[in-house]
């Protein structure tokens, strides 16, 4: 499967000592259509363990990149899966982030088609259908799908058997939809070491050599 997606323009990482921009999580709109629920409640344990200090600090060190339209409405391109898991936990937090874009429109339709054509929108739902209309992308965080096969990149990252790649836009589903062509035991979120042995060793193959991340045999 071959994601039709637009080329890309990389994120912009944050300049050193710029000021951040604290907001609501609540009031942060979406850029994708779903997130994997694995490393959502992997995220969720650790904010449980840490107090509001710890979590403030953490937000602090990893700003969101943020799109801002003249009405002052915000879309978030990263870091939706710790977000979702904090809201989760605390429907009222609010987190860090910095400005890659600001546009001079209230038109939501305006901004949408602007993200799109820099590659920073994902329209494939939790199965992998798509593209969608970018209208289909939910308002809020809570309102994101499940997609096992993004829980399943997650968990190879956290093995290292995949490198991370955090300024390609949704580095992530790419390897998903790669690996949702090629055959798996049947898995879940909730139950990923049926797919383990193999999806790792497809990852690892010279075949996947050609998605960034990519780290061959150990």
Request: hydrophobic share 40%; aromatic share 8%; net charge positive.
């Amino acid at each position: 499967m071959a994601l039709r997606l637009p080329p890309y323009k990389p994120l912009p990482a944050p300049k050193p000592g710029s000021a951040l921009v604290e907001v609501p999580i609540a009031q942060l709109r979406p850029t994708q259509l779903c997130v994997g629920l694995a490393e959502v409640h992997s995220r969720l344990r650790d904010f449980s363990a840490e107090n509001a200090r710890e979590r403030r600090s953490y937000l602090g060190s990893k700003p969101v990149p943020l799109v801002r339209n003249r009405r002052g409405d915000v879309w978030m391109v990263d870091r939706h899966h710790r977000l979702r898991a904090l809201i989760e936990m605390e429907p009222e937090a609010t987190a860090f982030g910095y400005l890659v874009l600001e546009l001079d429109t209230d038109d939501h339709h305006n901004v949408l088609d602007a993200l799109h054509q820099r590659g920073w929108l994902y329209l494939y739902d939790g199965r992998g259908l798509g593209p969608l209309a970018p209208s289909a992308l939910p308002e809020m965080l809570t309102g994101l799908q499940d997609d096992p096969y993004r829980s399943l990149v997650w968990k190879l990252k956290q093995e290292g058997v995949l490198a991370p790649a955090p300024l390609i836009p949704f580095h992530e589903f790419r390897w998903g939809a790669w690996l949702r062509s090629r055959p798996l035991p049947p898995f879940s979120s909730e139950q990923l070491e049926p797919a383990l042995p193999r999806a790792r060793a497809l990852a690892r193959s010279s075949a996947a050599s050609h998605l960034a991340g990519w780290k061959g045999t150990p």
